[in-house]
């Protein structure tokens, strides 16, 4: 589950417990444990992690099934605590419709040898244009899948990131196409082995907690699939290059109820 506080979007895991026509309850998962092991979670409520969200708020949810992740919004209707294990319980409103991404779209794909992938990062708070254009850098995509992107950036140019900042991200997953911004959380800075650049590893956090988020990681799994057509030496053509990169087209592909979760 992710969700906005204080201007900085937040994930943690929560379990499904309780799910009908009207609201469904997930249970904070303790730091450090699994969430398929219920009995872990008993005499252990100092372990929680706090979850600072308000009713009324939206967040996102991302639900594993065997074909992928089902990701959606909903409203935050209630609070409580479970008195078997001590960890807390979010009461949610079901939504309406949720959309499906494919489990293949969340593994690494390098980015094909014939396309060089400019990125553009810049630091998430500067709001005017100069600003931007005066702390951002532009480094070149690696790799790429629905849940994250791997840049790399020459230590010339002196980027003053730190892990666990988010950033900006901006670039064109071919260049007949328009541009991909979105926000990306900083999980590790690794120099490379010629000492020359620095590899950011890059996670998205927060796109399905929105209609527009949404629509982004779609386009970003719709990018990961055809990247991954392109490694297989497979010609995609330019008019299935349009069609894999439209984010409502991949969304109605996969588009699943929720009869299809509850029997997972």
């Given at each position: 589950?992710?969700?906005?506080?204080?201007?900085?979007?937040?994930?943690?895991?929560?379990?499904l417990?309780?799910?009908?026509?009207?609201?469904?309850?997930?249970?904070?998962?303790?730091?450090?444990?699994?969430?398929?092991?219920?009995e872990?979670?008993?005499?252990?409520?100092?372990?929680l992690?706090?979850?600072?969200?308000?009713?009324?708020?939206?967040?996102?949810?991302?639900?594993?099934?065997?074909?992928?992740?089902?990701?959606?919004?909903?409203?935050?209707?209630?609070?409580?605590?479970?008195?078997?294990?001590?960890?807390?319980?979010?009461?949610?409103?079901?939504?309406?419709q949720?959309?499906?991404?494919?489990?293949?779209?969340?593994?690494?794909?390098?980015?094909?040898?014939?396309?060089?992938?400019?990125?553009?990062?810049?630091?998430?708070?500067?709001?005017?244009?100069?600003?931007?254009?005066?702390?951002?850098?532009?480094?070149?995509?690696?790799?790429i899948?629905?849940?994250?992107?791997?840049?790399?950036?020459?230590?010339?140019?002196?980027?003053?990131?730190?892990?666990?900042?988010?950033?900006?991200?901006?670039?064109?997953?071919?260049?007949?196409?328009?541009?991909?911004?979105?926000?990306?959380?900083?999980r590790?800075?690794?120099?490379?082995?010629?000492?020359?650049?620095f590899?950011?590893?890059?996670?998205?956090?927060?796109?399905?907690?929105?209609?527009?988020?949404?629509?982004?990681?779609?386009?970003?799994?719709?990018?990961?699939?055809?990247?991954?057509?392109?490694?297989?030496?497979?010609?995609?053509?330019?008019?299935?290059?349009?069609?894999?990169?439209?984010?409502?087209?991949?969304?109605?592909?996969?588009?699943?109820?929720?009869?299809?979760?509850?029997?997972?």
């Amino acid at each position: 589950m992710c969700y906005l506080s204080r201007g900085k979007w937040h994930k943690t895991h929560v379990l499904l417990v309780n799910l009908d026509s009207e609201k469904l309850d997930v249970r904070v998962v303790p730091t450090g444990y699994e969430p398929v092991v219920l009995e872990q979670f008993r005499g252990h409520p100092r372990k929680l992690h706090p979850v600072n969200v308000k009713l009324g708020q939206s967040v996102g949810l991302s639900v594993k099934c065997e074909g992928g992740k089902f990701i959606f919004e909903a409203e935050v209707m209630d609070f409580g605590m479970s008195s078997a294990t001590g960890s807390g319980i979010i009461t949610l409103e079901t939504p309406d419709q949720m959309e499906m991404i494919s489990r293949r779209s969340y593994f690494r794909v390098r980015v094909p040898e014939s396309i060089l992938i400019d990125v553009q990062m810049w630091h998430r708070r500067c709001r005017r244009l100069k600003a931007e254009l005066e702390r951002s850098w532009q480094g070149r995509l690696i790799d790429i899948s629905a849940g994250g992107l791997q840049v790399v950036v020459g230590s010339s140019k002196r980027p003053d990131f730190r892990q666990g900042q988010f950033v900006k991200v901006r670039f064109c997953p071919l260049p007949s196409e328009a541009a991909i911004e979105f926000s990306a959380q900083i999980r590790n800075i690794l120099p490379t082995a010629d000492g020359e650049s620095f590899c950011f590893g890059l996670q998205v956090v927060g796109l399905e907690a929105s209609r527009e988020g949404r629509a982004i990681l779609a386009r970003l799994a719709a990018v990961t699939e055809l990247y991954y057509e392109l490694n297989r030496g497979r010609d995609v053509g330019q008019r299935s290059s349009q069609a894999a990169l439209n984010a409502h087209a991949y969304l109605k592909r996969y588009r699943s109820g929720w009869g299809d979760l509850l029997h997972q």
